[in-house]
Each structure stands twice: as C-alpha cells, then as structure tokens.
C-alpha cells in the first residue's frame, strides 16, 4: 500500500492505495489518507451516472448535448460552420460470429419502438420521426428526409436484400374501427408560388443493372396480393387505380398512363371501356380514329 502522491502514472493506482485529503473545515487543515476504492465508491454512488451492470444509468431527467435545456431523454443540438460533413449522431456497430454455432441473430444500427399505451387519444405514434430542411439561401443538391440502404458486399449467400422495409398491421384481438391500412404513403407536394420544380413526382423506381446476372424476372414495379386467411372484402378490389381528380390547366399533353415503351403489353383479363370510349388508332398519314362498338356489336371507325 502506498500514498497515491509517490505516483508517476495515476493508471498504476491500485484500490487500496492512499489518497491524502485535507480537511478544509479544520483550522489546521488535518490530513487524512483515504484508500482510492474508498474515493471511487463515494464518486459512483453520489456522482450524476451511477454504474449498473453492463455500463452507467442516468435518472435525474434528460441528458442534453450542446443544449442546457434538454426537450427529450436525449437531445442533441449543435451548430457547425466547418466545411466537412456534420452528424448528430455517428453509430458504427459490428456483428461477428465467432462461437461456432454458424448463427449470429440480429445486428440493428438503430432499433427504435414508439409505442402507445393508453386508453386516451393519442395523436401522432411514430417509431422513427426525421426531417431534413434547407431553411438558406445557397443550392443544396440534394435534401432527403431518410436515407435507408441495404447493401451485400460478403462473399456468402443471401435470401433478400431490401432497401427500405415498409409494413403496416393490424394484430391482435381487439375490437375498432380503422380508416386506412397503408403500407407505403408518398407525398410530392409544391406549395411556393416562388418556385419552379422541372418534375414532381409522387413515386419514382428505378431498376439498375450494371454487373451480374439475374436468372427469373426483373420488374420495375410488382403489384402482388397475399391471401392466406380467412379475411372477407366486402367493397371492391382493384391492383391499380387511377383517381379522376380536377387537374389545373396543362399546357402540355395530359395522359392517365404515357408508356413510351415499345415493347407489346399482355393482359390475362378481358379490357373494358365504357361508352362513347374507344381505342384510338392512328393511320398511316396521321390521322387519328376512334374504334368503337354499336348495339349490335360491329365496330366502326370514327375520325378525331
């Protein structure tokens, strides 16, 4: 055992080493020899983290970082004028199966749960909330509220890989009523009468194939209908539907579908159109016509 002070290097310090303390409250500033693991002890149990197993636990309330006034359990604010990049959060996690057993579960980047609990009104639950706003004056290329990715870049085998995973459910046993069920909700939306946008798109997929070999089918889009219950539908079905919304004035062409693709197209169920609808032919010096059907089934042309 020896007094803390005889130290070079403080990481030598063992727990029943002495620390010398003053006693300020004395006169004559008596010295006392406190052992290290003592100190420690006193810290840990009176300090703002207290140890727990595993790593260190806050209670006193929220934990602020570049903010002395804390919103959240843990808010982050923070300004930075440096030209680099800038995160409020940087979490790196790495999963390696070493035991054998040739199974290493899950590894989540951010595994986040908003759940609601009560039998009050809840407006909003969310299990991940983000934004990305521009609010200057210099050209930003690009202002994407979440960017989600799931790359391969192993050697071994995989069953799917999904850059976005998306799923709304409804679980469980309980009795209400409910509005909409969406999977997916997109919304492009211009609302500056300041601003011109060259094109507004609600959805936007892109296939890309730069290397490698796809064996079945690539699809742009694949509407698909899982049923393995005993679910009813007592209102309509339908794969796609196309509204009949008032439009503003178009100074183009406007078009419910505009596929400039050449290749045929092959439908398994029957086309049908309503009256006074046809399909619209185009002859060969460019006149258009229109192939419709009279009461008694013969087709016939009518020029537009």
Avoid at 73 to 82: E, K
Avoid at 250 to 267: D, E, H, V, W
Avoid at 268 to 291: M, S
């Amino acid at each position: 055992m020896a007094r803390i002070t005889n130290y070079s290097i403080l990481s030598t310090v063992a727990s029943g080493d002495l620390i010398p303390i003053s006693d300020t409250s004395d006169a004559n500033n008596t010295l006392f020899n406190v052992t290290a693991g003592t100190l420690s002890t006193f810290f840990n149990e009176n300090g703002v983290w207290t140890p727990i197993t595993g790593g260190i636990n806050y209670s006193g309330g929220n934990v602020g970082i570049g903010t002395t006034t804390p919103t959240g359990y843990l808010d982050i604010q923070q300004t930075n004028v440096a030209n680099d990049e800038t995160r409020g959060a940087n979490i790196d996690v790495t999963k390696e199966n070493t035991s054998g057993a040739g199974f290493a579960s899950n590894i989540y980047g951010i595994k986040s749960y908003g759940k609601g609990n009560s039998a009050e009104t809840i407006v909003n639950i969310g299990g991940v909330w983000s934004k990305a706003e521009h609010t200057g004056s210099g050209q930003t290329y690009y202002i994407t509220g979440g960017t989600n990715r799931g790359y391969h870049n192993g050697s071994g085998n995989s069953t799917t890989v999904t850059g976005t995973f998306s799923e709304a459910r409804i679980d469980g046993a309980g009795v209400g009523a409910h509005q909409y069920v969406i999977g997916v909700n997109s919304i492009a939306k211009l609302d500056n009468a300041n601003a011109t946008v060259q094109f507004l798109q609600g959805q936007h997929c892109t296939v890309q194939l730069v290397d490698g070999t796809v064996t079945n089918n690539v699809m742009s889009l694949l509407l698909d209908f899982d049923y393995t219950g005993t679910g009813t539908i007592t209102g309509d079905f339908e794969y796609l539907r196309i509204q009949n919304d008032p439009l503003p004035a178009i100074t183009g062409t406007s078009r419910a579908i505009n596929s400039l693709s050449t290749l045929p197209s092959y439908f398994a169920g029957d086309i049908e159109l309503p009256t006074g609808k046809g399909i619209i032919l185009t002859a060969p010096n460019g006149t258009k016509y229109r192939l419709e059907v009279a009461n008694d089934g013969t087709l016939g042309t009518t020029a537009i």
